[in-house]
């Protein structure tokens, strides 16, 4: 079975001990950097499958960190960690590309099972659709890479959030489905989602598709209940 690498970086070197020599224990291959600084330079030696990084760090905290590595184009899954449960926080992570978010102090058994979730959805997810392909207005959605593809543009790829709801919506054109429904559903997929996420992963979608995102044609806002993913221009 291949190994899984991670890289942890936290300024808590109690913390990176711990989570280092649990990891292990359970077949990663992990290694730790104290600042992002250590991590980029770990990174340019190291593919990692996947990063567990703090939110408060002295220098470059993780939301800023984060924002540059989807600035490079660079979307390695992000698992952040932190002590605050301000839910500003996750909204903002969720703006620019964390995939799962987890509170601190944490139970071990937790982070294990959010980092195996996190790196089994693409092969889960590809089974369940059999690697389709979606034209979404101008766009090829392909499922299998995970990105969107324009005619006149390289292809974007999709933070684990983007991929699951623009999956759901897909999967049901021309149907209004209400935030509880598409919560209900993305937490199917094993993801972890509350209510105002939606708005922010269907704000992000909206960059990614529409012409106009403060117009939508793609997908629109039905006031009251929720949100439709249009192929019909009449709706």
């Known amino acids: 079975m291949q190994t899984h690498n991670i890289l942890l970086v936290d300024d808590d070197a109690k913390l990176r001990k711990l989570v280092k020599n649990y990891l292990c224990e359970h077949g990663f291959g992990i290694e730790t950097a104290m600042n992002t600084k250590q991590a980029i330079m770990k990174m340019n030696?190291?593919?990692?499958?996947?990063?567990?990084?703090?939110?408060?760090?002295?220098?470059?905290d993780g939301l800023s960190f984060c924002q540059r590595l989807r600035a490079a184009?660079?979307?390695?899954?992000i698992i952040m960690l932190s002590a605050r449960g301000d839910d500003v926080d996750k909204i903002?992570?969720?703006?620019?590309?964390?995939?799962?978010?987890?509170?601190?102090?944490?139970?071990?058994r937790e982070l294990l099972a959010r980092i195996h979730a996190v790196l089994r959805r693409p092969s889960i997810?590809?089974?369940?659709?059999?690697?389709?392909?979606?034209?979404?207005?101008?766009w090829l959605f392909n499922?299998?890479?995970?990105?969107?593809?324009?005619?006149?543009?390289?292809?974007?790829?999709l933070t684990t959030g983007e991929f699951n709801?623009?999956?759901?919506?897909?999967?049901?054109?021309?149907?209004?489905?209400?935030?509880?429904?598409?919560?209900?559903?993305?937490?199917?997929?094993?993801?972890?989602?509350?209510?105002?996420?939606?708005?922010?992963?269907?704000?992000r979608l909206r960059?990614?598709?529409?012409?106009?995102?403060?117009?939508?044609?793609?997908i629109k806002t039905i006031w009251g209940h929720g949100y439709m993913y249009c192929t019909d221009s009449r709706l």
């Open 73 to 77: 184009k660079n979307h390695i899954p």
């Open 143 to 157: 499922t299998q890479k995970r990105s969107l593809t324009h005619p006149q543009n390289n292809p974007k790829a």
């Open 45 to 60: 030696i190291t593919h990692y499958d996947l990063i567990l990084l703090d939110l408060m760090m002295p220098g470059e």
């Open 125 to 138: 997810q590809e089974k369940t659709v059999n690697s389709k392909k979606y034209q979404v207005g101008k």
């Open 207 to 218: 960059k990614l598709l529409e012409e106009n995102p403060n117009k939508p044609t793609l």
């Open 92 to 108: 903002i992570g969720l703006e620019i590309g964390v995939d799962d978010y987890l509170g601190k102090p944490f139970n071990p």
């Open 165 to 203: 709801l623009l999956m759901i919506l897909v999967e049901n054109p021309n149907r209004s489905l209400s935030r509880d429904q598409l919560m209900q559903l993305l937490n199917d997929r094993k993801f972890e989602v509350y209510d105002r996420s939606i708005d922010v992963q269907i704000s």
